[in-house]
């Protein structure tokens, strides 16, 4: 959640609850229901970091909210985040949080973003293909090779699709 609320940030001020609603208004429905607890544990966390700060502002009749900034450590931080390719179990998830995130900050290119994603998913089928060359009589090896490549198949489909969407 911290490079998300990052990237709402690079937008311009905002409290936790506002980060809530825009998480909850841009993701729509297949993001899960994020908690105010979370998002307020994390923008400590944040804050402590220096990627964020926030200043107290007054509220007539209630207590005062915490705003927060993005500090220039924060937006590196996203910046290098949108500038390499998601990795492991959960690649559409995190790269589909940069791909819908990045208009918005104005950090990265969702052509770009897709081309570097599409680019990672070939050169980790051409390792993959290198691999199962080296171990041709490993059965269990060449299985497993073969479903992952499968995956990075369907991967690239689905670039294309965001290709079609986003661009």
């Keep these: 959640m911290r490079l998300p609320l990052l ?20 993701f729509g429905p297949a993001y899960a229901r994020t908690n105010d ?20 502002v007054a509220q007539d009749g209630r207590p005062a909210k915490r705003v927060f900034v993005l500090t220039d450590d924060g937006r590196r931080t996203l910046a ?6 998601a990795d492991g179990g959960k ?17 990265a290119d969702p052509r770009t973003l ?12 051409r390792g993959l293909h290198a691999t199962a060359d080296r171990a041709p009589d490993h059965g269990v090896s060449r299985l497993l090779i073969e479903g992952e490549v499968l995956h990075l198949q369907a991967e690239l489909d689905w670039l294309e699709r965001c290709q079609q969407e986003f661009t």
């Design 7 to 26: 990237a709402l940030l690079a937008t311009g001020p905002a409290h936790g609850y506002q980060l809530r609603r825009a998480l909850e208004s841009t």
């Design 37 to 56: 607890g979370q998002v307020y544990v994390t923008l400590g966390r944040l804050e402590k970091s220096g990627l964020i700060e926030g200043q107290d």
């Design 80 to 85: 290098d985040w949108f500038a390499r390719p």
């Design 91 to 107: 690649v559409r998830e995190e790269f589909f949080l940069k791909l819908v995130l990045a208009p918005r900050t104005r950090l």
């Design 114 to 125: 897709i081309d570097l994603q599409r680019s990672h998913c070939l050169a980790a089928i």
